[in-house]
């Protein structure tokens, strides 16, 4: 181990925590010393495919070596499956099909084809697939799939063009092609820096620009996995399994079309409380009830909005999950009270190992009911964690994800609003080697039995489903809020995420961006760094700087390790406060934006963070542009990722931009210096955007376009819960000196607000006229009750 790396990890865990830790890798090497994990068995080619047995929506292709399945789920979803090998259990997906896909098929001299109305799949006797467009143009091809023992791998053929993305969480640069990443969920152990790899959660799935289209695929299979995405091979990605059956699903078209089809088959990300979209205010740990009370008095006093704080594992008593320490927080359901009157939801955290103890009632309850994962020889596997010796629930099992979810309830009694879920990958404390279960560790999983290498990178997924279950009924009328460090394909079902335990650099600063980005780009809309990095000891103005560009992005939570100094935004003196004031305003102005897009988000798994290519994907001038990105259509934000820059170049893309500060107006594509105060961070919006803003009441913004038409919406309603909405969208169009707006509802729920303001940018109103009356009107901006349409005149 580098020494660097366990000097960090003694100041965290202690001497007598690391001595454990020697034992414990120990005890992990000899329980893996039971299995026979496969040599390296050569690879051998499969023999050609012989026969073609058509299905109603596909055609499975046998050979003397192997299987093929190939389904139609809808014309632009293909499901592939070679096999032998175990079929994945459906942990990530939820639908078996989209829709009923008519397909034609017919032989080929080499093989046979198959035709939905929009994708043609050539599949050679050999095992060559050649994905391609009803016209023949190929978007994704493939090289026959090797055997290796029980592994699978297979070659994809890349375009010298050809980017790709995703891939879950990676600290890798947004475009991952050119790099090896492994699939195996991991604590980077300490704190990690760009480039580290594997982390806490990845996503067996990409998305590929090419210039003859774009195409994701996602596989779904949770063994320990090898993506070489042309590192080995520059015109080549090879993915390996190490078991399993090599099942994936290819989904044909742009990427919002893609991950909406994505997101149907493994879920879309539930609405959140709103209150979830506001500031969360963290750090391992907040001590005791005096210190919480201290911190939320803080934020009274200087006038800082927050919406949440966070207990780190410093609540428990003796770590013990799901109890609470009675000395530092004597009454727990008082403090949670306190804080609600300010308007203050409390999050408490949740590491999956359950102390090894006979007087904590779940380690004795979780003993009886047979809920811990074993080893083959039957005993209960123990991993070291922050108690000590744990046992840890068996998620793969029903009934122990049950039994598990029934603890939420005395905090749910408690009113405790959400749940942070740590160690989830799963974690234990190792002085050498891999820092979780011996792959030899045995799991339910639903019944049908494996182990650890199967059900590893699905340990964190399951627990959140747990959870989710759990809260849906404890709380049946409000959203559960729930946030992960670990998961895995449909994850967003159930969990927020946060980008886990960063350094406090301001290359890792940049590297972030890159990692929500790619998040989004893998189903998961909804995470954030800790602001200044989890580790160290950010600088006033690195600080800033993150908090900035964390402003708006989802998950919005300043937290730090234990030991670092405090981060509270007044630790840093001025003027960062008064600037770190400001970006806690702009995001309460934001919130109905927010809002909106998280509905969007829930409907069609958009993520709300995205790269500038979302707006084009045929546009290669977008496709490597990983310093700035769109908060949901209307924003472009251009953190400032340098130390000392107090400008930076922003690449705007074509169109017409207004600088969000001044209302400059930019035409696009190019690149223009925008200033970069360190109170701000450049941002544009996009001509044609109506911003809704809150603003002592509700304000739209009009950023009015030289010509033509924008539309805006509003997604409103009671901000938890399941009860009716109104859905409100904007429409504009512009003719020469002439605006005209219509607004067209949607949803039961009464419109909120009695007025609201129109605020034109880019356009000074002379004349408007509110469904057919005239209104006075004073400069850019007047106040008007609901309508159906303004008419607006000016210049
Ligand atoms: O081994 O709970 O990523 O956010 O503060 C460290 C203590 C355990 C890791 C999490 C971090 C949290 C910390 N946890």
């Not at 927050?306 to 799901?322: E, K, N, S, T, W």
């Not at 989004?520 to 600088?539: H, M």
């Not at 290519?613 to 310093?627: H, M, Q, V, Y």
């Not at 035409?667 to 941002?683: D, F, M, Q």
């Amino acid at each position: 181990m580098d020494p660097r790396k366990l000097l960090l990890a003694l100041r965290f865990v202690g001497l007598r925590t690391a001595l454990r830790a020697v034992w414990s890798a120990w005890e992990r090497d000899r329980a893996e010393r039971s299995i026979r994990i496969p040599h390296p068995v050569p690879w051998q080619p499969i023999r050609p495919l012989e026969r073609m047995d058509l299905l109603p929506d596909g055609a499975r292709f046998n050979g003397p070596d192997a299987e093929l399945e190939v389904r139609f789920l809808a014309s632009d979803v293909l499901r592939l499956t070679w096999t032998p090998g175990l079929l994945p259990l459906p942990y990530a997906v939820v639908r078996e099909t989209l829709e009923e896909t008519p397909i034609a098929w017919a032989p080929q001299p080499d093989g046979w084809v198959l035709e939905s109305s929009a994708v043609r799949i050539a599949v050679s006797a050999h095992g060559r697939l050649r994905f391609q467009t009803p016209a023949g143009c190929v978007w994704r091809e493939e090289d026959p799939p090797e055997r290796g023992g029980g592994a699978w791998r297979h070659r994809i053929r890349l375009r010298p063009e050809e980017r790709l993305y995703g891939l879950g969480e990676r600290a890798a640069p947004l475009n991952r092609r050119g790099r090896v990443y492994r699939m195996w969920n991991r604590d980077p152990g300490g704190s990690y820096g760009p480039d580290a790899d594997p982390l806490y959660l990845g996503i067996p799935l990409w998305l590929s620009l090419h210039s003859d289209g774009a195409y994701l695929v996602f596989y779904e299979n949770p063994f320990d996995a090898i993506f070489d995405l042309g590192a080995t091979e520059p015109d080549a990605a090879w993915v390996t399994f190490a078991g399993g059956a090599l099942r994936y699903y290819v989904f044909y078209g742009p990427p919002a079309r893609a991950m909406n089809r994505y997101t149907e088959l493994t879920g879309r990300p539930p609405l959140p409380p709103r209150w979830a979209l506001g500031f969360h205010q963290s750090r391992w740990s907040y001590m005791s009830a005096e210190e919480v009370r201290a911190v939320a008095r803080g934020f009274q006093e200087h006038e800082l909005p927050l919406q949440a704080i966070h207990l780190d594992i410093d609540y428990m008593d003796g770590y013990r999950v799901f109890t609470v320490d009675r000395r530092r927080f004597p009454d727990l359901p008082e403090l949670i009270r306190e804080l609600e009157g300010q308007g203050i939801r409390t999050v408490v955290i949740l590491d999956p190992g359950v102390k090894i103890d006979p007087d904590h009632p779940v380690y004795r309850e979780g003993w009886r009911q047979g809920a811990f994962c074993r080893l083959p020889d039957g005993r209960i596997y123990r991993g070291l964690v922050w108690p000590g010796w744990c046992a840890f629930p068996d998620f793969t099992d029903p009934q122990v994800r049950r039994w598990w979810g029934s603890h939420y309830r005395s905090f749910v009694e408690m009113d405790v609003a959400g749940f942070w879920h740590d160690m989830n990958e799963p974690t234990t404390f190792t002085a050498w080697g891999e820092p979780t279960f011996p792959r030899t560790v045995r799991h339910a999983l639903e019944g049908r039995g494996g182990d650890h290498r199967e059900a590893h990178n699905l340990y964190g997924l399951l627990m959140n489903q747990a959870a989710w279950e759990a809260l849906r009924e404890l709380r049946p009328d409000r959203r559960p809020f729930l946030l992960t460090r670990s998961g895995w394909a449909g994850v967003q079902r159930y969990a927020w995420n946060w980008t886990g335990d960063t350094e406090s650099t301001w290359a890792m600063l940049r590297r972030t961006l890159s990692v929500v980005l790619g998040l989004g780009l893998s189903g998961i809309p909804y995470t954030g760094p800790d602001i200044g990095g989890f580790s160290g000891a950010p600088s006033a103005e690195l600080f800033i700087r993150w908090f900035q560009a964390a402003a708006f992005m989802p998950f919005f939570r300043s937290h730090a390790a234990k030991g670092t100094p405090r981060r509270e935004p007044w630790a840093f003196g001025e003027p960062a406060l008064s600037i770190i004031r400001e970006f806690l305003r702009l995001r309460v102005r934001l919130l109905p934006y927010l809002y909106t897009l998280a509905w969007e988000t829930a409907q069609t798994g958009a993520p709300l963070v995205r790269p500038l290519f979302w707006l084009d994907e045929k546009d290669p001038s977008l496709w490597e542009i990983e310093d700035a990105f769109l908060l949901g259509p209307a924003l472009l934000v251009a953190p400032v990722v340098e130390e000392g820059a107090r400008s930076r170049k922003v690449f705007l893309p074509s169109g017409e931009w207004y600088d969000f500060w001044s209302d400059q107006r930019f035409a696009g594509p190019g690149t223009v210096e925008a200033s970069a105060p360190l109170e701000r961070i450049p941002i544009f919006v996009r001509a044609g955007s109506i911003l809704p803003m809150a603003e002592g009441g509700l304000t739209l913004h009009i950023y009015v376009p030289s010509t033509g038409g924008g539309e805006g919406s509003l997604y409103h309603d009671d901000g938890d819960g399941f009860g009716p909405y109104r859905m409100a969208r904007f429409r504009m169009e512009r003719e020469g000196n002439r605006v005209g707006l219509r607004w067209v509802d949607e949803g039961e729920l009464p419109w909120p607000w009695e007025t609201l303001t129109l605020r034109f940018h880019g356009f000074s109103v002379r004349r408007a006229v509110v469904d057919g009356r005239e209104i006075p009107v004073q400069g850019d901006c007047f106040t008007v009750r609901p309508f159906r349409e303004v008419q607006i005149n000016g210049s």
